[in-house]
Structures are given as C-alpha cells and as structure tokens.
C-alpha cells in the first residue's frame, strides 16, 4: 500500500487531478456549511412567514433559472478539452447564449406570474432573484478553468463570492434589514463572482484575452444541438427539486412554506456527503473495470452499503433528535419543521443512492436512463403533493418527497433490463455485512 500511495504520488498526471478534485470538494464542503449557518440565522430573523416567502421567491425563480444555462456546461467544457484552440469562440459563443437565456425567462417569467396568486411584492422579490441569471453567464470563465484542470481559480472566486455575500448577510440581520434586502444580496453575489470570474480569465489565461472572444453562429447551432436533452433533463431535475414549495404556498401559505423549508435545509444539508465521497470513490470503482468487471461491481456494491448505512444513521439521529434540533437551531417559532425533518430525513436514503448510481450511469454511457428516472420521480412528486398537502399539510410534502425518491433512487432500476442489476445492488446494500 505505501508503494502504490508512493508511486500515484509520483504520477504528474495523478497529483494533477487529485488536486485539482481537492479544490472543488473543499469549496462544496465549505459551501454547505456556510450556506446551512447563514441560512439558519436568517430563518430565526425573518420568522416563518417572511423566511417562507424568501424561500418561494427563491424556489419559483429556481423552475425557470434553468433554462438560462440551456444546458451547456458539460458540453462546452467537453469541447474544450477536445479542441483548446476554439477556446475563444466557445467561450464567446457560449456567453452569448447564456444572455440570450437569460432574457427568455425573464420573458417567461413576465407571463407565468400572471396565472399565480402572487401579489406585487412577491413578483418583485422573484425578479430581483432571476435577474442573478444574467450574471451567471459569466461562469462560461469556469468552463474554461475546468477543462484545462484548474478548477482551484474557480473554487477561490466561488469562495470568496461566499463569504462575501454571508457576510452581508449577517450585516443585514444586524441593522434589522427588510426582507427584500436579502433579495438584494442574492443578486449581489451573483455580481461579485462575475467581477471574480472576469479577474482570473484576465490573469490567469495566458493563451488569449477578453478581446478576442468571439461569438459563431455554426459553433451556438453545434452546441444548441448536443446540449437539448441535458436542456430537458435540467428542467426536471429543478421542478423535481423545487415543486413542493411553490405547491405549498399555491395550497396553504407562506408560512407552511418556511416551516417546510427551514427542515428541508437541515435535512440537504447531509447532501454534501454523497457527492464528496461518490467524487472521490468513483475515479477508483473504474479503474477497477479495466482490471476486473468482478472487482468493478465489488467496489461499486460496498459504495452503495457505505452510502446506505452513512444515510441510515442520519436519518435514526434526526428521527429521534428533530424536534430538539429544530428548536435549538430555529427557535420554537419553528415548531412544526421537526416533524418534516424526521420524514424528511428518511429520503437521504434514496438520495445517497441517487448521487452514487448517477455516477455508475454516467460510466456506462446511460444518461437518457438518468433522465427517465429523474422525470418518473418528478411526476410521482407533483401527483402526490396534489393529494397529500390538502390533507396532511407539509407533513404530506414531505411523505410525497420521500416516496418520489425511493421511485428514482431505487425502484425504478428494476424496471429497466440495464438497470436491474443496480436494483439488487442497492437491497443488497442494507445488508450490513456488504459493507465489512
């Protein structure tokens, strides 16, 4: 073992990506903790109803958001590494498009409003946070960062937009700023990391410069064409994600909103683990295929155990510390987000195996499966919070989010022949001896 850890340590290319990896999981782990902290303190200022109306705002907005990234990300960062010298016309081009985006759901949005029961105020607060979305076309700068493995510069801007924007935040609390203020910095953070953006491509990028950046009509048809069902699949992962609390506000009220969301940002909180690990475990899962098919679904079945157990003790900690948590973090002004969090929690379970087999799909070259399992649990979220929130209130989301990712973390594996197999791996993986 100390031979192989000498000689990876060794390998250029090795050191390279490890640390390029260590770059982006740092700024994640980092973000999510930031984010939870922040958050929590913004909750216990604004209250329920005011943190509920923050959190649709944000969640209404998010629906749509999607659309402006048209779905290019991976794509242009795919044609990146396989051509460096169209940098400036991808990146241009690429630009270009995201504005483009960016206009076409603030038109959207200018119409869908008018078929909700959102006053003035509410309207305003969702379009001083979809208009981060013009800023965000800057992030094409991160495309370039990563296809040349260099993600450090991006994870520092990321960092520094962060820590930025908490502290605003923080700020506001103090001097007992009105909600839309909070609106305010959402925008705000989007404007200082596309300053951050602009910086490093300035300093960091010898090869070419801002100037020549340039935008082709042949390469936007090219990238448009590849990226359409990344485009669909955006657009189902954000409704699957965030339909519960647009459809609890349009059923009950903003303040159900904000009890519901305060346990749900507990609960997400835990979402950082699978990626973290899943990231930094898969690069290993398939170097094993090239060696063995055996040792490659080994190592992928004592994944999904590790996820599964990790999930498990999460979710009989929260069952049976979520309304002591609640209270000690939110106040007892929150007093009915703990029941959520303890339904809630359960749901990590599918979500740890969702993040691990999602990156097993994209190994064996299964995307549009990917999609088709996101769209089957969005549809079985959206029908069941239909009949469940009337009656049940925000308990009921929450049981509908549990159930809609038990369908696309798990069961919908058994009803593929591709995927059967990934079905018995995950009931497996509840057996605790896998694990050992």
């Known amino acids: 073992m100390i031979k192989q850890i000498q000689r990876l340590k060794s390998h250029q290319g090795f050191v390279k990506y490890f640390k390029n990896t260590s770059w982006l999981l740092s700024e994640k782990i980092f973000k999510a ?4 902290f922040v958050g929590i303190w913004i909750a216990r200022y604004l209250g329920p109803e005011q943190f509920g109306l923050f959190s649709y705002a944000q969640s209404f907005a998010a629906l749509f958001l999607v659309l402006a990234t048209l779905g290019l990300d991976g794509i242009v960062i795919r044609e990146l590494v396989k051509d460096e010298n169209r940098a400036e016309k991808l990146i241009g081009t690429a630009f270009v498009l995201k504005l483009i985006g ?8 200018a119409v869908v409003v008018n078929f909700t029961s959102n006053d003035t105020y509410t309207n305003t607060l969702v379009f001083i946070i979809a208009s981060a979305t013009i800023f965000q076309a800057f992030n094409v700068v991160d495309f370039y960062f990563q296809a040349k493995i260099l993600s450090k510069y991006v994870a520092f801007v990321n960092t520094i937009a962060l820590f930025i924007g908490s502290v605003v935040k923080i700020v506001l609390i103090l001097n007992e700023a009105p909600l839309i203020a909070f609106a305010w910095v959402v925008l705000f953070e989007s404007v200082v990391l596309a300053i951050g953006f602009i910086y490093i491509y300035i300093k960091k990028n010898t090869t070419s410069s801002i100037q020549h950046l340039s935008f082709n009509t042949l390469t936007a048809i090219d990238l448009l064409r590849d990226s359409w069902p990344l485009i669909l699949s955006g657009i189902v992962t954000s409704i699957y994600m965030r339909i519960d609390q647009v459809m609890i506000k349009e059923i009950l009220n903003t303040e159900a909103v904000g009890q519901y969301a305060a346990a749900v940002r507990l609960s997400e909180a835990w979402y950082v683990i699978p990626v973290v690990v899943a990231s930094s475990l898969f690069p290993a899962i398939v170097n094993a295929k090239k060696q063995n098919e055996e040792l490659y679904y080994l190592r992928l079945q004592k994944l999904y155990s590790l996820m599964t157990w990790t999930a498990i003790t999460i979710a009989i900690a929260m069952t049976f510390l979520s309304d002591w948590v609640v209270d000690l973090l939110y106040g007892d002004q929150y007093n009915q987000a703990g029941a959520v969090l303890m339904i809630h929690a359960w749901g990590g379970i599918f979500v740890f195996l969702g993040v ?5 799909f994209l190994s064996e070259n299964l995307q549009i499966l990917a999609f088709w399992r996101t769209f089957f649990g969005m549809i079985v979220n959206i029908l069941l919070n239909i ?7 925000i308990q009921g989301a929450a049981v509908a989010t549990l159930i809609s990712y038990f369908v696309a973390g798990l069961l919908f594996d058994l009803f593929t022949i591709k995927t059967r197999r990934m079905f018995f791996m995950k009931l497996n993986s509840f057996n605790l001896k896998r694990m050992l």
Do not use: N
Request: glycine letters at 8%; aromatic letters at 16%; charged letters at 10%.
């Open 33 to 36: 903790f930031t984010e939870v």
């Open 356 to 360: 691990a087999s999602g990156k097993w």
């Open 102 to 109: 960016a206009i076409v759901v603030f038109l959207i949005l």
């Open 387 to 393: 009949l469940l929130i009337p009656k049940y209130g």
